[in-house]
């Protein structure tokens, strides 16, 4: 109240100037009285000479994907937004060399001497995620085009530190064999649906205790399907990868003592390239030299 009528005061103003000079340059207001809240804050600081490694999940996207008309057992539409996604938030965050993408996860890995954020894991968690979630959002229509987005996904993430090449290796052929097996699992399943006439719940039974190689005889077999043909995208996953290129591109140049003309110039630049191949043995990483930095224990 006070406040307000000394707003709505017609006299002098010197008569309430020097109380707000009081009341904003008191060492009791926000910066000292109310600051100690930021003791409650805990220090998140990933921990030096690591790989850091933010991987996002679609949150009910089992539901969100009926919902949507998703193709099974893989729909590449969906895939392709992934992708498209991921790539953006590379583009975004320059310090990640290495992306991988399955289904609907996509794993980003930071170098080790990034100092994006001072390493915090709630900031480099929270920026992939809200870029991953937007993108998605925003390049939704350029691949599903009529399909209206009924409403907007979610992700969850979560940061994990691996501090030498081998472990960060192993994460990642630990992904990509998960997508192996889950991808086996549902060309399999949805063959028996979509071709076999089973229901679902037959199709699961079917399925119970089978092998790898169980699958692979039931896809062979009866439907002639040999695993091995199908798109490598479905079977390996998506690494994306920064790339160098060159560019040409026609300049206007004034030499000395001559008239203005247009000059090819090449340049180098980087940009991120979709890969669809094995990364659990030697070869991937023998061609790319650059992803992994020497262990210095």
Not at 255 to 280: F, G, H, M, W
């Amino acid at each position: 109240m006070l406040i307000g009528k000394l707003w709505s005061f017609s006299g002098p103003r010197s008569y309430f100037v020097p109380f707000f000079r009081h009341f904003y340059n008191s060492p009791n207001m926000a910066k000292s009285k109310f600051e100690y809240v930021r003791s409650f804050e805990t220090d998140d600081t990933c921990l030096r000479n690591c790989y850091i490694v933010v991987r996002l999940d679609g949150r009910n996207f089992h539901k969100f994907s009926e919902q949507h008309g998703f193709t099974k057992p893989n729909d590449n539409r969906a895939l392709g937004l992934m992708t498209r996604s991921a790539q953006s938030v590379m583009e975004e965050l320059e310090d990640i060399i290495i992306a991988y993408g399955q289904s609907d996860e996509f794993s980003f890995v930071f170098k080790r001497t990034s100092n994006w954020f001072k390493r915090r894991a709630s900031k480099l968690m929270t920026h992939v995620a809200s870029q991953f979630s937007s993108s998605y959002v925003f390049y939704w229509k350029e691949y599903f085009e009529e399909q209206p987005l009924l409403y907007p996904p979610s992700f969850d993430g979560r940061v994990v530190l691996y501090p030498t090449n081998r472990n960060l290796r192993d994460y990642l052929s630990w992904r990509q064999a998960d997508c192996h097996i889950n991808n086996l699992y549902n060309t399999v399943f949805w063959t028996l649906v979509q071709k076999g006439g089973l229901t679902t719940a037959q199709a699961e039974d079917r399925l119970k205790g089978t092998l790898a190689a169980d699958k692979n005889e039931i896809l062979f077999s009866e439907f002639d399907i040999n695993y091995n043909n199908e798109s490598a995208l479905h079977r390996k996953g998506t690494i994306l990868l920064w790339k160098k290129h060159e560019e040409t591109v026609i300049r206007r140049m004034k030499q000395p003592n001559a008239e203005e003309k247009e000059v090819p110039v090449t340049r180098s630049k980087r940009r991120v390239e979709n890969l669809y191949c094995d990364i659990i043995g030697e070869q991937f990483w023998e061609e790319h030299p650059d992803i992994l930095e020497e262990d210095n224990c």
